[in-house]
C-alpha cells in the first residue's frame, strides 16, 4: 500500500499531530511538496501532501484561510502540514477552523522535525510500495508462467482472477467465452460479447475499459500481428495497482503465446488436412483415413460435407488485413471448437487463399454455421458459398463437384450459399434467370418477334402453343383458335425464318428454354 497520512502520524520520529480532518487519514500520498505560496495550486497535480510555515499568508484572517482551504481541497490536497515554532507559534485559529469546516487533514509539524524529513518519509514509503508490487508482480508472473507450461489456459485466466482479487475471462475471436474464474462470472463475462468484437476491429494490441466503478472491466486483445487472436477480460471493482497490472501483462503475454503456439499447430494441422483432401479427391480414401489418423479420422466415419467458399469480388480477396475469407474460415473453426467437432479447413487457389475448402460433418455446428450465411446477401458477407450434398470418402470427388457447381450459381444469382441439394430438389428454370442466357434467347427469337411487329401473323405465340402441346396440331390449334392448317404453315414459317427443323428435338428443347428465358413460354 502506499504510504497514507495515517501511515506518516504513525511514524515515531516525525512526531506529527492531527489538528483536523481525522475522518480523511487514510487518503493515500502522492507525495509531499514544501510552499509559501499564498496560492500554490497552479504547482499541484493532486495528491500531495502540502507543507508550509505561513511565511506568506494572512493566517489570521478566517475568509482569507477559507478560500486558502478550499482552493487546497480543489486541487485534490490530500492534506496540509503547518510547521509551528517558526512564524507562528501555534496554528492559527483561522486556519484551523476552516481545516475543520472543510475536513481538510491538517497536521501539526514540530519544529524539531524538518520538512525534508516528511519529504524522505513519503519518498521511502513509495519506494518500498513500489518494490513489493514489482516482487508481487514478478512472483505472480512465475506462478502464472508455471500454470501456463503445466496446465494451460484455464488456469492462467483462475490464477491471474485470485492475483487481481477479482475475475478474468478469455475469449476467442469471435467473442465467445472459452475460460472465466470464478464460476459465477460466466454470466458477466458473456454479457461482453458486442464489446469484444468491437475491439477485434482495431488493430492489435488494443485496449478498452467497459462498466461503472463498482463493475470496473479492462478488455486487452490477444495477438502479435494486427490481426486480434482473441480478448482477455478482468473484472475488479477498482482500477489495478502496480502489482495487479504486472499480473495482467503477464497473462497477455502468456495467452497471446498460447494462441500463436496453437495458430503454428493449426498450421500444420492444415497442411496435413491439405494432403487428406487430395486423397480424398484422388479416391484414395484408405490412404487418406491412415493420413489422417485420430486427428481427422472421426471425420470421415460418418456423412460430411464439402463447401468452398470464395470472395464475392476481387476487391474482398486483395483487402489487406481481415479477409472476409479469413473471418469465415475463423468463425468456422471456433465453432468447430466451441461444439467439439473436427473439421477440416484448406485454403486453395494458386497463391493458396484465393478460395477455402471445408470439410465438415453433416448436421454438425460449422454447416449450422455456415447454413447462417443462407439469410444474408453477399454484398454483406463479402463470400460466395457452394455446399455438397452429404456424402462420404469414396464419393468426395463427386461432392468436390456439387459444391463448385452450387458455388457457380451462387455467383451468378448474387447469393451468398446454395446447396447443391436445392438445385437438385427444384426446378432448371431459376437456372435460366441468367444475362448469358437471356443474350442467347433474345438472339434465338428476335427474327420471330420482328415478323410478328410487321403484323404478318403470331409466330411466337403459335410455336409457343405448338411447343407446349408436344406437336399435337388439333390441340394447339384449338388453344389458339385457328385451323390446324393455319397453325402447320405458321410452323413452317418458322422453320423457315429460323433455318432450323422442328423435328429435331434439340431445337424444340432450345426454343422452348428461349422462350422460359424471355418470358414468353407461360401464359
Known amino acids: 500500500m502506499p504510504p497514507t497520512l495515517a501511515s506518516l502520524v504513525q511514524h515515531s520520529a516525525l512526531k506529527l499531530t492531527v489538528r483536523a480532518g481525522e475522518d480523511r487519514l487514510d487518503t ?37 484561510m477559507r478560500r ?43 519544529r524539531r522535525t524538518p520538512f525534508l524529513a516528511i519529504s524522505k518519509a513519503v519518498s521511502a514509503a513509495i519506494a518500498a510500495d513500489q518494490y513489493r508490487a514489482v516482487t508481487a508482480g514478478f512472483e505472480a508472473q512465475r506462478e502464472l508462467t508455471r500454470a501456463a507450461l503445466a496446465e494451460g489456459p484455464d488456469a492462467v485466466v483462475a490464477r491471474l482472477a485470485a492475483h487481481v482479487d477479482g475475475w478474468a475471462a478469455l475469449y ?25 468484437e468491437r475491439l477485434r476491429e482495431r488493430p492489435a494490441p488494443a485496449s478498452a475499459v467497459v462498466g461503472g466503478t463498482d463493475d470496473r472491466v479492462e478488455l486487452q486483445s490477444l495477438g502479435t500481428g494486427r490481426r486480434v ?38 498450421a ?57 475469407l479469413a473471418v469465415f474460415a475463423e468463425s468456422l473453426e471456433a465453432a468447430a471448437a466451441r461444439a467439439g467437432e473436427s473439421v477440416l479447413t484448406v485454403p486453395d487457389g494458386p497463391e493458396g487463399g484465393e478460395r477455402l475448402v471445408v470439410l465438415a460433418g453433416d448436421g454438425g455446428a460449422v454447416v449450422t454455421a455456415c447454413e447462417a450465411y443462407a439469410n444474408r446477401e453477399a454484398e454483406e458477407t463479402g463470400l460466395v458459398v457452394g455446399l455438397s450434398a452429404p456424402t462420404g470418402p469414396i464419393a468426395a470427388s463427386a461432392a ?70 408436344h406437336g399435337q396440331w388439333d390441340a394447339a390449334a384449338a388453344d389458339l ?28 428443347m432450345e426454343l422452348w428454354l428461349a422462350l422460359k428465358a424471355t418470358g414468353t413460354g407461360t401464359e
Do not use: C
Open 28 to 64: 493515500p500520498v502522492r507525495w509531499a511538496h514544501v510552499s509559501e505560496l499564498a496560492d500554490p495550486v497552479p504547482y499541484m497535480e493532486g495528491g500531495e501532501l502540502l507543507l508550509t510555515t505561513a511565511l506568506t499568508l494572512d493566517a489570521e484572517d478566517p475568509e482569507a
Open 68 to 110: 486558502y482551504v478550499r482552493r487546497l481541497l480543489g486541487a485534490g490536497v490530500v492534506g496540509l502540514g503547518f510547521a509551528v515554532g517558526v512564524n507562528h507559534e501555534a496554528i492559527p485559529a483561522a486556519l484551523l477552523e476552516a481545516a475543520r469546516e472543510e475536513h481538510l487533514p491538517l497536521l501539526e509539524v514540530p
Open 172 to 196: 476467442d475471436t469471435s467473442g465467445t467465452v472459452l475460460a472465466v474464474s470464478p464460476e459465477w462470472a460466466a454470466r458477466r463475462a458473456a454479457r461482453l460479447t458486442p464489446d469484444v
Open 229 to 266: 487472436r482473441g480478448a482477455l477480460a478482468v473484472g475488479t471493482g477498482a482500477p489495478l495497482g502496480t502489482a495487479e497490472r504486472y499480473a495482467v501483462h503477464s497473462a497477455i503475454a502468456l495467452l497471446t503465446l498460447t494462441t500463436e503456439r496453437s495458430r503454428s499447430l493449426q
Open 268 to 324: 500444420a494441422e492444415q497442411r496435413l488436412g491439405a494432403a487428406v483432401l487430395r486423397m480424398l479427391l484422388a479416391g484414395q480414401p484408405d490412404h487418406a483415413r491412415a493420413v489422417a489418423g485420430d486427428l481427422y479420422g472421426g471425420l470421415l466415419d460418418a456423412p460430411f460435407r464439402l463447401l468452398i467458399a470464395e470472395p464475392a469480388t476481387t476487391e474482398a480477396a486483395a483487402r489487406e488485413g481481415e479477409t472476409p
Open 400 to 469: 468436390y463437384k456439387q459444391a463448385e457447381q452450387a458455388l457457380s450459381v451462387a455467383r451468378r444469382r448474387g447469393r451468398s450459399l446454395v446447396e447443391h441439394e436445392e438445385l437438385a430438389a427444384g426446378s432448371v428454370l431459376p437456372l435460366l434467370a441468367d444475362d448469358a442466357v437471356r443474350a442467347f434467347a433474345d438472339g434465338l427469337l428476335r427474327a420471330l418477334y420482328e415478323h410478328d411487329a410487321t403484323g404478318r401473323g403470331d409466330l411466337v405465340a403459335s410455336l409457343r402453343a405448338w411447343l407446349s402441346r
Open 481 to 508: 383458335g385457328v385451323h390446324r392448317h393455319t397453325l402447320r404453315y405458321r410452323m413452317r414459317r418458322v422453320e423457315e425464318i429460323l433455318g432450323r427443323s422442328l423435328d429435331d428435338p434439340d431445337v424444340r
